[in-house]
């Protein structure tokens, strides 16, 4: 081959080359649509999900060995530390977890004006995976943290997004979820997010109020909140497509079995969009329970009108029918004493 023509050559190669690492990106954004697939058990979702992690590592992985100076390099390498990260929490790997926080402190060496938002970004969601069950002291760390990151990045379009995540955080301490809540309402732009927030806060609302709630249960009872006063009432909002909230009903079921009978009630309310799918679960865990149900999912009047947007979701109400916990699934039985002793 004559010199010239290899010349001639090499911005074609290069093309060449640009096209793979882009065929070979969207292929990695593809996977951001999480697993595939309709798992009936936890252990069937947990199962997918370690697959999926395995998919996303082996494509970032490989991009980077093949496309090392590539122009999306870096989010490349951004990606694969948080996905150690979760891997790590995922999978209890403390090598996981070291090797994506190395992968971190590396960027962060040699990373640019432009990309020391995302090291910024990355830091504060690696502390929000650790949050979740953290000490009251954490908690407020990350949001020292999120509130640093609106900061010294006012503008970037994720802090309505980082705010809504934090408030789940702040359940006890109400004064604080609405405050984050309510300045990511301030900021928020995309549609979605903003009926998310909206919910947070009508939840929020009904809090400490006499909760409105009837129906006419599957079973083809007419249910009134208010024919249960004088006894604590527990409220499952659940689906056959959420393996966890299908579980929180036995939990639940547990708990209660620990109180003096029918000293407690209990209510559910299926976000199935199938009556097979709600008689499966029905069926799965004997459930006698009075069960709500319009075939509307996220969309039906009840779970609109109660802000519903995230499952399992268990609520207490005391004996004067008001709502006193948005999350009564950790220790179910315990908050119903407690409120049977007031």
């Known amino acids: 081959m004559s010199r010239w023509r290899a010349l001639l050559l090499v911005p074609w190669i290069a093309a060449a080359a640009w096209a793979g690492s882009a065929e070979d990106w969207a292929a990695i954004v593809a996977l951001d649509a999480g697993p595939q697939g309709q798992p009936r058990t936890a252990e069937e ?29 870096f989010e490349a390498r951004l990606r694969l530390a948080r996905l150690l990260e979760i891997r790590g929490g995922f999978q209890s790997s403390a090598k996981a977890k070291l090797e994506g926080q190395q992968l971190l402190e590396q960027l962060e060496k040699t990373a640019t004006p432009e990309q020391r938002v995302e090291i910024d970004f990355a830091k504060v969601t690696r502390l929000m995976r650790g949050a979740q069950r953290a000490p009251a002291g954490f908690r407020d760390q990350l949001l020292s943290a ?11 379009r994720r802090v309505a997004a980082l705010y809504t995540e934090v408030a789940t955080l702040f359940d006890g301490q109400p004064r604080i979820k609405i405050s984050l809540l309510n300045e990511a309402a ?35 009872k007419d249910v ?36 003096p009978k029918e000293s407690v009630a209990a209510l559910g309310v299926s976000l199935d969009p199938k009556r097979e799918a709600l008689d499966a679960v029905i069926k799965a865990n004997t459930l006698t329970w009075p069960v709500a149900f319009d075939g509307r999912s996220w969309e039906g009047e009840l779970v609109r009108s109660l802000g519903i947007n995230a499952l399992p ?3 207490l109400i005391d004996k004067q029918g008001h709502l006193r916990s948005l999350n009564a699934l950790e220790g179910t039985a315990d908050l119903v004493r407690q409120l049977q002793r007031e």
């Open 146 to 156: 999120a509130r640093k990151f609106r900061a010294d990045h006012p503008n970037d």
């Open 313 to 315: 979701s268990v609520w």
């Open 45 to 73: 979702a947990r199962t997918l999900a370690g697959a999926h992690l395995d998919r996303q590592e082996q494509a970032l992985r490989g991009f980077i060995a093949t496309y090392g100076n590539d122009e999306r390099a």
């Open 224 to 259: 009134k909140l208010e024919d249960y006063r004088g006894k604590p009432v527990i409220v499952v909002f659940f689906a056959d497509f959420s393996p966890p909230s299908t579980e929180a009903i036995g939990r639940v079921q547990r708990g209660l079995a620990t109180l």
């Open 186 to 220: 301030a900021l928020a732009a995309e549609p979605s997010l903003k009926v998310r927030i909206a919910d947070d806060l009508r939840r929020q609302d009904l809090l400490g109020t006499e909760l409105k709630l009837s129906f006419t249960s599957v079973q083809g």
